[in-house]
């Protein structure tokens, strides 16, 4: 099976098991879903989901998040990993926000990733998931999978992004990296599937006995 054939496949079975996949962190707006991504980096949807509730009750806008203090949103979010600089990241992102966007989220990827603690995959997810602009975010599911099925030699995520939008349709590729997502946490994860296990691992390569062994994200 050649690669675009592989990539076929692949977008034919995840639409047939995701046709409509949500957006797997909990958010109202523009900014608090900026804000969950910013805080799900080295941390899980599901942690994030947990925390954001208290944080956006009482700091759901860029001059809320900036009248709470960094004291107080590192207390609400001190259960997530690298809590003390996301805090920071917080302040100094609603601070350019306010003065430079008239607390609005700005809606180009250069204005995104000028914003302190947002890179180019947290951009990319805003600009997908808020704004509907055609984006690829590659996190580390997408870049394990990736390999697995042949889509990427893997060397880094941009060079995984750069792969995975030559052989998917632009249409596809907001819908496509969330259900690649669901699929690796569900069927495909790093240590129930090796490249052997799961259904669509299979399918790819039925021939295959040996491990993939996955470069990690750089």
Same mark, same amino acid.
């Given at each position: 099976?050649?690669?675009?054939?592989?990539?076929?496949?692949?977008?034919?079975?995840?639409?047939?098991?995701?046709?409509?996949?949500?957006?797997?962190?909990?958010?109202?707006?523009? =900014?608090?879903?900026?804000?969950?991504?910013? @805080?799900?980096?080295?941390?899980?949807?599901?942690?994030v989901n947990e925390v954001?509730?208290?944080?956006?009750? %009482?700091?759901?806008?860029?001059?809320?998040?900036?009248?709470?203090?960094?004291?107080?949103?590192?207390?609400?979010?001190?259960?997530?990993?690298?809590?003390?600089?996301?805090?920071?990241?917080?302040?100094?992102? !609603?601070?350019?926000?306010?003065?430079?966007?008239?607390?609005?989220?700005?809606?180009?990827?250069?204005?995104?990733?000028?914003?302190?603690? %947002?890179?180019?995959?947290?951009?990319?997810?805003?600009?997908?998931? !808020? =704004?509907?602009v055609p984006a690829f975010?590659?996190?580390?599911?997408?870049?394990?999978?990736?390999?697995?099925?042949? @889509?990427?030699?893997?060397?880094?995520?941009?060079?995984?992004?750069?792969?995975?939008?030559?052989?998917?349709?632009?249409?596809?590729?907001?819908?496509?990296?969330?259900?690649?997502?669901?699929?690796?946490?569900?069927?495909?994860?790093?240590?129930?599937?090796?490249?052997?296990?799961?259904?669509?691992?299979?399918?790819?390569?039925?021939?295959?006995?040996?491990? %993939?062994?996955?470069?990690?994200?750089?």
């Amino acid at each position: 099976m050649k690669k675009q054939e592989r990539a076929d496949l692949v977008r034919l079975r995840l639409q047939a098991m995701y046709p409509d996949p949500p957006i797997p962190l909990d958010h109202r707006d523009e =900014f608090t879903l900026l804000v969950a991504v910013l @805080l799900s980096a080295q941390c899980t949807d599901k942690k994030v989901n947990e925390v954001t509730p208290e944080l956006f009750a %009482v700091a759901g806008t860029p001059q809320k998040m900036l009248e709470l203090g960094e004291a107080e949103i590192l207390r609400l979010i001190r259960p997530i990993g690298l809590s003390n600089s996301k805090a920071k990241n917080l302040m100094k992102l !609603s601070q350019r926000l306010v003065e430079h966007h008239d607390s609005a989220v700005p809606r180009t990827f250069e204005e995104l990733e000028a914003l302190a603690g %947002v890179g180019h995959k947290t951009a990319s997810v805003v600009m997908a998931q !808020s =704004f509907g602009v055609p984006a690829f975010p590659v996190d580390t599911h997408i870049h394990r999978l990736a390999q697995r099925w042949g @889509l990427t030699s893997g060397k880094s995520v941009t060079q995984t992004e750069m792969d995975l939008k030559k052989l998917f349709p632009i249409e596809s590729w907001n819908d496509l990296h969330l259900q690649i997502i669901y699929y690796g946490r569900e069927h495909c994860t790093a240590r129930g599937c090796d490249g052997t296990k799961c259904e669509i691992c299979r399918e790819l390569y039925p021939k295959r006995t040996k491990a %993939v062994v996955c470069q990690k994200p750089s």
